[in-house]
């Protein structure tokens, strides 16, 4: 069951998380500190899920996975810590609680993300058991492009570019398919290498990904209209307020809706050609666009 599913493996990647911010020294306890706190503040985890998930279908043992899953989640973790930073999106809730910058100090809070982003390669690029070194050295590099400027920050620069201006539906897909969708995918692509998929099934599964990436965020542009502050965990209508370009402001609520409908179907149609039990991540695909959160 997906409810199920999900639980257990946020608990997993969190006990390899906690593990990992445990093994740090206290040279530096608030920065330790800020790190944890923006680390496991909570969240669905779901790019650790599709790490897991997508992984599992292969048979990749979940020892393998564990350091993949948490370093995906660093490079999150550190994209919201910034996020919410007054340069940035100025947000003083996370998941109902207070967001680093206020829990600690907005220096605190850049030092943060900047030691979680570090700490992501740190993971991944010790010795794995299961995993050549080509492996590692390819999802290290799928995990570095996703990140960057032809990734999430690249994404969020867009983001940012388009406050306050009106953009086209290419524009807006290109910056939520790079600000959200890269990471998504990355999880994904992670897992396929891991598991040295067949080419086939490593297209469809990136097909897959990159539908659901785009169908998260069009998604959490509606959440923000329709969701209140309690379910988001953060102030409802934060983008209306800020004046943002989202999905709904493009097309219309209803319009949006159908949007992320579409590409879910579009999704699911790409796991058609697995040989594989998909069950699990075309069950994913379909929470998407129901959660309310």
Known sequence: ML?????????????VLRQHLNNLDDAAPILKAAMTHGALLGGKRIRPFLVYSVGQMFNVPLSTLDNLAAAVEC???????????????????RRGQPTVHIAFDE????????????????IISEPIQGLSASQQL???????????YQGMCGGQA?????TNTRIDLARLTELHNKKTGALISCAVEMALIAANAPTQEFNALMGYAHKVGLAFQVQDDILDII???EELGKPQGSDEESNKSTFPKLLGLEGAKKTSQQLVSD????????PYNSQLIADFARYIIERRI
Do not use: C, N, W
Request: net charge negative; proline share 1%; glycine share 2%.
């Open 3 to 15: 409810t199920d599913a999900i639980k257990t493996y946020q608990q997993r990647v969190d006990q």
């Open 107 to 122: 220096a605190s809070a850049i030092l943060a993300g900047d030691a979680l982003q570090t700490l992501a390669f740190d």
């Open 75 to 93: 490079i999150h973790a550190y994209s919201l810590i910034h996020d919410d930073l007054p340069a940035m999106d100025d947000d003083a809730l």
């Open 138 to 148: 390819a999802i290290v590099k799928s995990l570095a492009k996703a990140s960057g």
């Open 158 to 162: 867009i983001d940012l570019s388009s």
């Open 227 to 229: 969701a209140s502050t």
């Open 267 to 274: 999704a699911l149609s790409e796991l058609e050609i697995l």
